[in-house]
């Protein structure tokens, strides 16, 4: 039986790029956003299906794993992709309007999205969750914190869930582009060419959605920069608890300290 695959945000950018390839991989493809006539063409053009969802809301999620179900007869992969710019500059960006507007979109979205997709992916016996995050959820972004917030959480997020759902064969991993050629920079793109700032291709970020589906890791945010392969970002495990007398911390169990930090 083919593979069935669920894209949110698959009307453009990154999503549509994705869909695409995964048709070519002989995945059914459920395409979805709220952009109904970008989604419906996508779809057509991969003999996929579309379906309307808001990822902001949880039960639009919900239905679109239950059309992937009744229409594939379960769900392999979940790329949870949809997302906005919070609109540059501290003016427009840092309020509390643009923070509910866009944690909604690019934090709830993912949240609600792996909620409705994991008892679809345990029931199949594992699968793939993709979130698409961002470099400015690995790095500071002074110059949009919300974004780099909500980004950061995503990261958190595919962290934690990796490990937690490892023993259903469940992989949870992230997907971390610099600037790429999509929708989402144009009204900075003329900015950041000018600073030098060099733009990943669509076909860049794909390549490397590509090779987390070949890894074997999870909970793992895979950095998307332009020139360099990709590969799982390598973060520094946070020190550990001392005793005051400076002696490491004894635990009675050694999963708990190794979450606690490093010796
Ligand atoms: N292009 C970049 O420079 C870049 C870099 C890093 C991360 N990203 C992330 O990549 C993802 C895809 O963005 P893109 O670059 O392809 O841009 P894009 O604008 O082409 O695509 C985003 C898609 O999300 C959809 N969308 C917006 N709000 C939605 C909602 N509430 N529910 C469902 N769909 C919704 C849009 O209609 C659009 O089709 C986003 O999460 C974005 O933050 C993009």
Redesign the pocket.
């Known amino acids: 039986m083919a593979k069935a695959a669920w894209v ?9 790029a994705v869909a695409r390839r995964l048709s070519e991989q002989g995945y059914r493809v459920l395409v ?4 109904v006539t ?2 419906e063409r996508v779809a057509a053009e991969i003999g996929g299906f579309f379906q309307r ?4 809301e949880p039960g639009d999620s919900l239905a679109a794993v239950e059309a992937a179900t009744h229409e594939f007869g379960g769900l392999d992969l979940a790329f949870l ?5 919070t609109g540059f500059g501290l003016e427009e960006g840092f309020s509390p309007e643009a923070y509910r507007r866009v944690m909604s ?2 934090l709830d ?1 993912v949240v609600y999205g792996a909620h409705a997709a994991i008892p679809a992916l345990k029931a199949r016996g594992g699968g793939d969750i993709v979130a ?5 959820g690995l790095t500071a972004t002074p110059f949009d914190p919300i ?1 780099g917030a909500n ?1 950061a959480a995503v990261v958190g997020l595919v962290r934690a869930l990796g490990p937690l759902y490892a023993n259903e064969n469940i992989r949870v991993n992230a997907l ?10 144009t009204n900075v793109r003329d900015a950041l060419l000018g600073a030098g700032v060099p733009l ?1 291709d ?1 076909s860049d970020v794909v390549a490397a959605f590509d090779s987390i589906l070949a890894g074997s890791g999870t909970g793992e945010a895979w950095f998307v920069q332009v020139g360099r392969a990709s590969e799982p970002f390598a973060f520094r495990n946070v020190p550990g608890p001392r005793t005051p007398a400076g002696d490491k911390a004894p635990s009675a169990d050694a999963s708990v300290q190794a979450n606690l930090g490093e010796a």
């Open positions: 949110t945000g698959g009307a453009s950018g990154i999503g549509a979805t956003d709220v952009d970008g989604g969802v808001d990822v902001r992709n949809a997302g906005v710019a979109i690019n979205g698409t995050a961002s470099l400015a974004y980004k971390c582009p610099s600037f790429a050629e999509t929708a989402i920079i990943l669509v």
